[in-house]
């Protein structure tokens, strides 16, 4: 896509969008390192219903390393691949009163060096608590810049260091948000809302739904 039409692209979510958000609720930079591993194929609403009750019991690293593998899993049975989730939180939280105080820290490489935690995970982070210009790509970005022709790529790493190539600076800070919802809402998956698409005219994808 032709850097006119990308910024073209981004001053129109922008416009629809002023101050996007993550979806997932949270009140410390924990919990919101908490969800988002939460979040690995599971639905922002999903996890927001497990996580009401569990960080009113478990509101940080040391509450949450005290309750235990076997406990935690109570609280997240209804979200996909809750043993192994569980088994990761306990063991980040462990990590992270042992190597930083319970402090979630400002460094991609000890964010990644925590159980649980990739690059797409530490992307959210570094974006939404440190506010650095990161562009997380999960499916919903990877399916659009794709079919847009945003940003092409065969893997998650290539069409993300695509976008931070492409994505003039102004809009970086919150591409990743925009780009989610509009693939969450609108360019969805299985039937694109292509009539209601406010990028429509800009994008290159050939089967443009009709209804």
């Not at 990308?6 to 919101?32: D, K, M, N, S």
């Not at 969800?35 to 509101?59: C, E, H, M, W, Y």
């Amino acid at each position: 896509m032709p850097p006119e039409k990308i910024r073209t692209l981004f001053e129109r979510l922008a416009a629809g969008t002023p101050q996007p958000a993550t979806e997932l609720r949270y009140r410390t930079p924990y919990q919101l390192l908490v969800a988002v591993i939460l979040s690995a194929q599971a639905t922002d609403r999903g996890v927001n219903r497990a996580t009401g009750p569990l960080f009113k019991d478990a509101p940080t690293a040391e509450a949450m390393a005290a309750l235990g593998e076997e406990k935690l899993t109570g609280y997240i049975q209804t979200i996909g691949l809750y043993r192994t989730k569980a088994k990761n939180v306990i063991a980040m939280s462990r990590l992270l009163l042992e190597r930083h105080g319970g402090q979630v820290p400002h460094s991609r490489e000890a964010l990644e060096a925590l159980p649980g935690v990739g690059r797409k995970t530490a992307n959210v982070i570094l974006n939404v608590v440190f506010h650095e210009p990161t562009i997380a790509v999960d499916t919903h970005i990877f399916r659009l810049a794709n079919r847009t022709g945003l940003a092409a790529g065969k893997d998650v790493i290539a069409v993300e260091n695509k976008l931070l190539k492409a994505v003039p600076p102004q809009f970086r800070q919150h591409a990743h948000h925009w780009l989610i919802l509009h693939g969450r809402y609108v360019c969805k998956a299985r039937k694109p809302g292509c009539p209601r698409c406010i990028i429509r005219d800009l994008c290159a994808y050939r089967d443009k739904t009709k209804d």
